[in-house]
């Protein structure tokens, strides 16, 4: 079965502290990973996608296909990161439909 | 905005009323993608389209649910006697091929 499992509902940190949001998948074959994020009151976008391997807004995420696995890392939090925050998946050959995880909230306190 | 628009917004209806919502992709994006999200949970996809072609529907989508997208621009998705379980965002997204699917503002359905 195709899944995406964020283990954590609410990750709170303080400002300057590391950030992990935890990500781990199911699928059978090659997939592709995302993160996306939501803002308050805007709406879904990318955020990064793995293949790119590109660092946006000082996240990084790397894929860990032995433990099927692709976290979203960023070594000092600023208060402007506090949103939800959604890991999603696409398969190859499924029209790029993309599988989504249940998000995390990141709250970073002053 | 040259984003993906959605419409309405917001949209409050008695169980058993019918229901459209209308989005426009970003021009020129051949795919179109409609997902659920309820509170708590991410979006749960339920159909996309390429071009006019509606080409795969999630077993979430029952028979009350339609999708269509006639000329291969605009789309609409009506729920038929709707349901309280029904209430939800209903999200909107599009994308050229394969690359990256840009999402709408949503549409919130309450069905009361």
């Known amino acids: 079965a195709q899944r995406v499992t964020q283990p954590e509902k609410l990750l709170s940190v303080f400002k300057g502290a590391p950030v992990e949001l935890k990500c781990n998948y199911s699928?059978?074959?090659?997939?592709?990973l995302f993160w996306y994020v939501q803002y308050s009151r805007q709406r879904l976008q990318l955020l990064l996608r793995?293949?790119s391997r590109e660092s946006i807004k000082g996240f990084t995420a790397d894929l860990n296909k032995g433990e099927t696995s692709f976290h979203l890392k960023k070594p000092f939090a600023q208060e402007e990161d506090s949103a939800m925050y959604y890991c999603?998946?696409?398969?190859?050959?499924?029209?790029?439909?993309?599988?989504f995880g249940q998000g995390t909230e990141l709250s970073v306190k002053p | 905005d040259t984003g993906v628009s959605q419409d309405p917004r917001h949209k409050i209806t008695k169980r058993g009323q019918n229901v459209t919502f209308r989005c426009d992709p970003i021009s020129e994006h051949n795919r179109l993608y409609w997902y659920r999200q309820t509170l708590g949970q991410g979006p749960e996809f339920l159909t996309y389209?390429?071009?006019?072609?509606?080409?795969?529907k999630s077993r979430l989508l029952s028979d009350r649910f339609s999708a269509e997208r006639p000329k291969g621009s605009f789309s609409t998705l009506e729920i038929q006697r709707t349901e309280q379980g029904d209430s939800a965002m209903y999200l909107c997204?599009?994308?050229?091929?394969?690359?990256?699917?840009?999402f709408g503002e949503g549409s919130w359905l309450t069905v009361v």
């Open positions: 389209f390429q071009n006019e072609a509606q080409l795969e």
């Open positions: 997204a599009s994308s050229i091929g394969g690359n990256t699917i840009y």
């Open positions: 793995h293949i």
């Open positions: 999603a998946l696409s398969g190859g050959n499924q029209g790029g439909k993309l599988i």
């Open positions: 699928y059978s074959g090659s997939p592709e």
